[in-house]
């Protein structure tokens, strides 16, 4: 019995570029997400290009990112932009929005949720400010 990977199960590349572009049309036109939109250069095509490089290899498939960048090390690389609970809600917002149009096994959908879910908190970098 041959397992797919995550990158083969929801269809290879061109369902992870189509992924990342509807994520970043999501991300250009939302007013919810005008505060992580505001942090990305006015041309999307470079964050467009290492995201889908990075969920390739994330996903199981060829390791695009690291073959032209190195290490991920997704912390370090965001640490230059404030990244609060809002923030990564923002981000999730439009990558929720962008997996509910893929075509997918629904456990494979949930799964990639949580997991997503997951690595944006980890990119939380900023305290929330709690009222007394």
């Known amino acids: 019995m041959t397992t797919l990977t995550p990158y ?3 269809g290879g590349e061109q369902a992870i570029r189509s992924l990342v572009d509807r994520f970043y049309f999501y991300m ?13 250069q006015p041309s999307l095509a470079s ?7 990075f969920m390739s290899g994330w996903l199981g498939g060829p390791n695009l990112y690291m073959e032209e960048f190195g290490h991920p090390m ?3 690389r965001h640490f230059p932009f404030a ?3 809002a923030e990564r809600d923002q981000w999730m917002l ?5 997996l509910a149009e893929m075509i997918m096994d629904p456990q494979m959908r949930t ?5 997503l879910q997951h690595l944006a908190t980890h990119m939380i970098n900023q305290e ?4 007394p």
């Open 8 to 10: 083969e199960a929801i």
């Open 28 to 40: 250009d036109i939302l007013p919810e997400a005008q505060g992580i939109r505001a942090m990305h």
């Open 47 to 53: 964050a467009r290009d290492k995201l889908f490089k």
């Open 74 to 76: 997704l912390r370090a």
């Open 83 to 85: 990244i609060g609970e």
């Open 94 to 98: 439009c990558m929720n929005k962008a």
């Open 111 to 115: 799964h990639m949720q949580a997991a």
């Open 128 to 131: 929330t400010e709690r009222l």
